[in-house]
Every structure is written in structure tokens, then in C-alpha cells.
């Protein structure tokens, strides 16, 4: 009852200051941001602009940058970071706060201005009455109305905004570019359909593809499928005129088949494997940080039931190659960084210099005492669904298995669709694509043979 009362006196306000309100969305969703780092090369950020408001998030005093996600493109800030909006005379936002963002929502403190939050419509709104061309947001260190009462930290997250100022002579109107999906998620040999470009300014838009060999796009916006497997980014965008602002949209296509592990029984140099945990009649697998980490537990997916065989998409890499050293095994992930423990923490440390020994011994059940500095990885502890490393076994805490890549049964195998493969395409045994010069076993048209 109070919420509703103070936006009604809100909007009461603004009809004796006889305001008219000019109101502009962005939704982040539909935008890519462009990454920032500090003079030793760690991102602490990203920039984006977008209908001539400029977003600048950094990582200042917190552990973790500020990033988006990279499947639902939210914007995710981290407690102590900081996010500065600048452009046109502002006096409300209105922000949109993500799904993953109302289980760890935090408050947010503004350089200017007053900020109120609705727990129910899922919104944070800042007003300023006088006005800013430019306000910073501070994320609080606790989670103050998140669902996840586990989680302490506090977190902002995003999926869009809604910035009013006062209209004048010459507000303009959103570009409003947009495909009809922003990921394209597309396994090979299965129906490809193109999503639809839409857009409401009168400019001329202009199409661009990162990857034409994963896919194209026309000048009216229709994405095609080139030769390969990847990811190709698909950028939509269109200049300032008269009556509308500059547009931009964004179409991420992910073109992939699946590898194929399976559960291991001992650990070969230079190998591919997924660590794996199977509690409670469920089998869960390891996927790498995030890029921007140095530091932190192994987060999971879940399969039901307690598998022998993993079929994992090739447009995730959440392998960790063992390699063998003097004295064990290094452990890499997909980021070319290698795990190993400290002396005072549980987490796992990622550096990509720094390629420390694991001892790997295998257990009559199957599984595997992985250990570094007097610590091995455990899957769970407590009600815990993540992979960390413990000098003691943990209550309800279980031994990982490695689930080794399946060179036989990966790669391109499958593959039928003629309009997605094409001009005799030849793979590696890992998938790979490789050129007429390769030699050994190669597979084309999905047979397999040897170039020697």
C-alpha cells in the first residue's frame, strides 16, 4: 500500500509541475556490450550504447566484474560495483530487474536522486526531479530482496530500462530494431528457421554477420546458414534522422552438434574431460567460471538419473584438459586457465600461467581423489550443488568421476542436412573442421576414412 501511494504522489507531482515525459526503452537483451579492462588486461567492465544513452559499468572495490550473460544477455552487477548511466536529461529509470536478478537483488545507491524498489512487478525506479545527464548506481553488499534467501551477496540485474526526461521540440522515437529471438540455438541436421526482423525508424538499417561461414544476412535482415559449425553474431543497426534515434539489435545463431563422453577409468595426458558428480540419483557435470573470474567454485548441471554417458553441445566447452606433469596432472579449462588450490580458501584459483600438479588416483567405486595442496575436489557439501576442494571429506559430499571425450561417437557424426553442410566439408575425430591437407582419420559426408 505504501509503494502504490508514493508512485501515485510521484505522478501527482509531475502534473502540478505540468512535466510531459518523453520515454525511451532499451532492452538488453537486444544489445551486445563491449568489455573494458584495466592496464594489466582484466576485463573490470563493459560499455554500451544504445539510443543515445551510454551505460558504463566497472568493477571498482568488488571481487567480480560487472558482465552479461552470456545465453540470456541480462546484465548482471556485483556487489560494490558501479553502474553510470549518461545522455539526455534524465529524470526517471525505470529498471527491469532479470529473473536470475530477483533471486539475489540487491539495494543500489545513487550519486543523485532516490531510488524505491517493487519486489512484486520485479522493478527498481530512480527519480530525480531536477533532472541528471548523468548518475552513477552503487550495488549494496547484501541481498536484500532476493528470493535466495541462501545467497548473502547482493547483485543488480538487468534485462532492460525505461528512461524518462522532460519532452521537448526535439525528443525523438525509438529506432525499435529487433529479431524475433535474440539466440539462435540450431543443431545440425535438424529444421533451420531464420527469426524476423522488425524495426519502426525510417532509416536505412544495415545488416552484418562476424562469422559468414556459421551464418549470413541479407539486406532486408534474413539470416541464412553458411558452411560451419560456431557462433556467428548478427548485428542490425541504423542511424540518428530527424524523427528517430540510432537502433541496434542483436542476433547471436549457434550452429552445433553433440560430443559425446563417457565415464572413465583412468586419466590419459592431453584428454578432454568432464568432472562429474552422481548424488542422489542424479548425475551432475562441471562447467568452467566465468572468463572474468580468478577465483570460485565449479557450478553444475544437472541430468536426471545416474548416467555412463554424457551428450554435451559443442557450443559449450565446459571440458578441462588433464596434462601430465613431473609429478601429476595439470588441470585446464576451456579459457586456457589452470585450476589449482591455495592454502586458505575452498575455492578453486584460475591462472593461465600458473600449471600446478594434481594427483589423480582412481577408486574402486569409480571415482577419482583429484588433490592439490593438501586438498581434493568434492562435489557438494551440505545442501551444496557445486564442485570445490577440502582437506577433510564433507558431509553429504561425494568423489568426482571423469567422463572422458568420446573421439568415436563425437564430432560431426549425424549430420545429414545437406543445406548446412556443404562442398565436402572433412572433420577431425574431435569435430574439428580441417582443411585437404590433414592427415589421418577424417570423416566427409559422414563416413569416415584415411588421407594419408
Not at 533532472?131 to 532476493?146: A, L, Q
Not at 525505461?162 to 519532452?167: H, N, P
Not at 544437472?302 to 596434462?323: A, C, H, P, Q, R
Not at 582443411?435 to 577424417?442: A, H, P
Request: aromatic fraction near 12%; hydrophobic fraction near 35%.
Amino acid at each position: 500500500m505504501v509503494k502504490t501511494l508514493r508512485y501515485t504522489l510521484m505522478a501527482v507531482v509531475a502534473m502540478v509541475a505540468n512535466f510531459s515525459f518523453a520515454q525511451t526503452t532499451i532492452d538488453f537483451t537486444q544489445q551486445a556490450v563491449t568489455k573494458t579492462q584495466n592496464e594489466a588486461g582484466k576485463v573490470v567492465g563493459y560499455t554500451l550504447t544504445a539510443e543515445g544513452y551510454t551505460f558504463t559499468a566497472d568493477k571498482q572495490k568488488g571481487q567480480t566484474a560487472p558482465n552479461q550473460n552470456g545465453n540470456t544477455k541480462d546484465l548482471r552487477h556485483f556487489a560494490k560495483n558501479t553502474l553510470t548511466i549518461s545522455g539526455a536529461t534524465m529524470k526517471q529509470i525505470v529498471f527491469t530487474m532479470s529473473d536470475q536478478g530477483k533471486k539475489q537483488w540487491g539495494d543500489v545507491t545513487p550519486s543523485e536522486g532516490q531510488v524505491t524498489v517493487d519486489t512484486e512487478n520485479g522493478i527498481t525506479t530512480w527519480t530525480n526531479t531536477n533532472g541528471s545527464t548523468t548518475v552513477t548506481f552503487t550495488v549494496g553488499d547484501t541481498n536484500t530482496y532476493g528470493t535466495n534467501t541462501d545467497k548473502k551477496a547482493g547483485q543488480f540485474d538487468l534485462t532492460s530500462v525505461t528512461i524518462s526526461g522532460e519532452a521537448g521540440g526535439e525528443t525523438k522515437q525509438s529506432a525499435k530494431l529487433a529479431f524475433s529471438e535474440t539466440t539462435v540455438d540450431h543443431e545440425v541436421g535438424t529444421e533451420f528457421t531464420a527469426p524476423i526482423f522488425t524495426k519502426e525508424t525510417t532509416a536505412a538499417v544495415t545488416f552484418v554477420s562476424d562469422n559468414e561461414a556459421v551464418a549470413t544476412v541479407n539486406a532486408e535482415g534474413v539470416i541464412a546458414l553458411g558452411n560451419e559449425e560456431g557462433k556467428a553474431v548478427i548485428t542490425a543497426t541504423s542511424e540518428e534522422n530527424d524523427t528517430y534515434n540510432a537502433g541496434k539489435a542483436i542476433c547471436t545463431v549457434y550452429v552445433w552438434h553433440y560430443n559425446v563422453y563417457k565415464k572413465a577409468a583412468a586419466v590419459e595426458s592431453g584428454k578432454k574431460y568432464m568432472i562429474v558428480a552422481q548424488r542422489d540419483g542424479n548425475t551432475y557435470y562441471a562447467i568452467p567460471a566465468q572468463e572474468s573470474y580468478n577465483y570460485g567454485f565449479l557450478n553444475t548441471f544437472k541430468e536426471e538419473g545416474t548416467v555412463d554417458e554424457l551428450k554435451i553441445k559443442s557450443s559449450y566447452d565446459d571440458s578441462f584438459t588433464f596434462e601430465t606433469l613431473d609429478d601429476g596432472f595439470s588441470i585446464k579449462d576451456c579459457y586456457g586457465r589452470y585450476l589449482y588450490m591455495d592454502t586458505q580458501h575452498n575455492s578453486f584459483q584460475f591462472d593461465k600461467e600458473k600449471s600446478e600438479a594434481w594427483t589423480v588416483e582412481a577408486e574402486e567405486n569409480g571415482t577419482f581423489s583429484i588433490t592439490n595442496n593438501g586438498k581434493f575436489i568434492q562435489y557438494g557439501s551440505g545442501t551444496f550443488t557445486t564442485f570445490a576442494a577440502y582437506d577433510k571429506l564433507q558431509e553429504n559430499a561425494v568423489l568426482p568421476m571423469l567422463f572422458v571425450l568420446n573421439d568415436n561417437e563425437s564430432g560431426i557424426n549425424g549430420i545429414t542436412n545437406d543445406n548446412t553442410v556443404k562442398n565436402g566439408a572433412r572433420y577431425n575425430l574431435a569435430g574439428q573442421r580441417v582443411n585437404n591437407s590433414y592427415k589421418g582419420i577424417v570423416i566427409e559426408n559422414g563416413k569416415k576414412f584415411v588421407v594419408k
